[in-house]
């Protein structure tokens, strides 16, 4: 079975703060994608980022970064100097390669909220 | 360039009625997705349609239905609602069948009262 699990529901943090969300994912799969998304208050899921299970090169885009570790089954997802246009609700979400029909599969999200 | 359009944006039904959801994906993608947000959760997968046709379906009971048109639109339909089916409904295009680059509507709220 697939499972994501973000076991943080809440995080608080005063701007310009780092924050990590964490992310914890099992798949029996040895190809599957993970993916992270944003949703504001807007409802609307934006993407942020999408790796496949055979790269584990960490990626920095601007103030975020992840970090994908196959030997913890983690993907976690940091923003340095936190801005309050970061408060939303973002979510891990993994993702079949065999059959690549992209169901997502979604964690629980996390909740952000940046203090000014 | 119109991203993928959802309506209605709102929408209160009674228990037991029947609703009807649209979707208009990307330009230029052909295969539409549906999940429902119910409050404080993930999305879940309800279904997928790519060439009119659906895909593959998530573990949501047959009262959950669909439809996919020439034009790629797409509607979901529930019948007999009830209270819990109260959620936001999302709606994800793509192309080629696949789901790798996904876009994501605005959602459609279902309030079941």
């Known amino acids: 079975a697939q499972k994501v699990t973000q076991a943080q529901t809440e995080i608080s943090v005063v701007e310009k703060e780092d924050v990590t969300l964490d992310c914890v994912y099992e798949?029996?799969?040895?190809?599957?994608?993970l993916f992270w998304y944003k949703q504001p208050p807007s409802g609307e899921l934006v993407f942020l980022i999408r790796r496949n299970s055979f790269d584990e090169q960490n990626e920095i885009s601007g103030r975020y970064s992840w970090n994908f570790q196959k030997s913890t089954s983690s993907f976690n997802f940091t923003i340095t100097a936190s801005q309050v246009v970061d408060s939303a609700v973002y979510f891990c979400?993994?993702?079949?390669?065999?059959?690549?029909?992209?169901?997502?599969?979604f964690g629980q999200g996390t909740t952000l909220q940046v203090k000014p | 360039d119109a991203g993928v359009t959802q309506s209605p944006t709102h929408l209160i039904k009674t228990r037991g009625q029947q609703v009807t959801l649209r979707c208009s994906p990307k330009s230029g993608h052909d295969t539409v997705s549906w999940y429902q947000q119910a409050l404080g959760q993930g999305p879940q997968f309800i279904f997928q349609y790519y060439e009119e046709e659906e895909r593959q379906r998530g573990n949501f009971p047959d009262r959950f239905s669909g439809h996919q048109f020439p034009n790629y639109s797409s509607e979901l339909n529930v019948n007999a609602l009830l209270l819990g089916d109260s959620a936001l409904y999302l709606c994800?295009?793509?192309?080629?069948?696949?789901?790798?680059?996904?876009?994501f509507g605005q959602g459609t709220r279902l309030t079941v009262v």
């Open positions: 798949t029996r799969d040895t190809t599957y994608y």
């Open positions: 994800a295009s793509s192309l080629g069948g696949y789901g790798l680059e996904a876009f």
């Open positions: 979400a993994l993702s079949r390669g065999s059959s690549n029909t992209g169901k997502l599969i």
